[in-house]
């Protein structure tokens, strides 16, 4: 289908004489799309979910990794993609975790979440970065979430949040497999589940998106081919019993 090419970084200059040093002044990355085999040979952009605006109406503006990443979810996600997780740095992580886990996600869909749920999770979402030498724990110690946490129009453009999720939404790898640099071998959460369970991540909910055609184990072959196929719009699409828009009050 489509690549994408990211540049990211800031100038670094001595700003204020009164403060020792040079100040990273954040500047928006770019991001432009390639065609790889398009049939038409023209790029096709990725689909829109969030808008940044939104996000900064918290964030003031949204940059992180020393202020080399700013105001783009199309750079954020060419990273923090549905195959990423903290696998290499978390070996060597100088603090480790304690959930038990050989490797974390950092899928944008799922860790954004888990990460604004704090509040709510039944289990800290943990993160190893910098060279193993961070590991983060996003907890109520850390996170204050100030609105309210099941509107999804906080960050959400139109109707992205409601089910069916678009066909070409990846599963979140859960574990890299045997060769690293194949994702042919990695098992993944199915991409429902994956999404839901990032907020609503104790037992009971578990059971029942797996009881919903939900899998926390699968592969992305048998997602394509239709061996793992979750029924969850059946009661929670748009109109159905337990609508999202209605369950997370974004509809009268």
């Known amino acids: 289908g489509s690549g994408a090419a990211t540049l990211e970084g800031r100038p670094a200059l001595d700003v204020d004489p009164a403060t020792p040093g040079a100040e990273r002044i954040p500047v928006r990355s770019a991001v432009r799309?390639?065609?790889?085999?398009?049939?038409?040979?023209?790029?096709?952009?990725?689909?829109?979910?969030?808008?940044?605006?939104?996000?900064?109406?918290?964030?003031?503006?949204?940059?992180?990794?020393?202020?080399?990443?700013?105001?783009?979810?199309?750079?954020?996600?060419?990273c923090h993609n549905a195959r990423n997780t903290d696998r290499d740095v978390r070996a060597i992580a100088a603090i480790p975790p304690t959930d038990g886990k050989q490797e974390e996600s950092l899928d944008f869909k799922t860790m954004t979440h888990a990460i604004h749920a704090a509040a709510m999770r039944t289990n800290a979402l943990q993160v190893v970065g910098f060279q193993g030498r961070?590991?983060?724990?996003?907890?109520?110690?850390?996170?204050?979430?100030?609105?309210?946490?099941?509107?999804?129009?906080?960050?959400?453009?139109?109707?992205?949040?409601?089910?069916?999720?678009?066909?070409?939404?990846?599963?979140?790898?859960?574990?890299?497999?045997?060769?690293?640099?194949?994702?042919g071998d990695d098992t993944v959460s199915s991409p429902i589940s994956a999404v839901c369970a990032s907020c609503h991540d104790g037992p009971p909910a578990r059971a029942h998106m797996e009881a919903n055609g939900g899998d926390f184990a699968?592969?992305?072959?048998?997602?394509?081919?239709?061996?793992?196929?979750?029924?969850?719009?059946?009661?929670?699409?748009?109109?159905?019993?337990?609508?999202?828009?209605?369950?997370?009050?974004?509809?009268?």
Not at 235 to 251: E, I, K, N, Q, Y
């Open 134 to 183: 961070s590991t983060n724990v996003f907890d109520t110690t850390r996170v204050h979430y100030p609105r309210r946490l099941d509107d999804c129009l906080a960050c959400h453009v139109g109707e992205t949040f409601a089910l069916p999720l678009a066909d070409d939404v990846l599963g979140t790898t859960v574990d890299t497999g045997t060769d690293r640099t194949d994702p």
């Open 33 to 78: 799309y390639f065609s790889i085999d398009e049939p038409s040979g023209v790029a096709a952009a990725r689909r829109e979910v969030v808008d940044v605006g939104r996000c900064n109406v918290c964030h003031s503006q949204l940059t992180l990794h020393g202020a080399n990443r700013t105001d783009s979810i199309d750079g954020c996600v060419t």
């Open 218 to 252: 699968t592969t992305q072959a048998f997602l394509d081919s239709g061996v793992t196929i979750e029924a969850c719009d059946t009661c929670h699409g748009p109109g159905r019993v337990s609508d999202v828009a209605t369950a997370h009050r974004l509809s009268p």
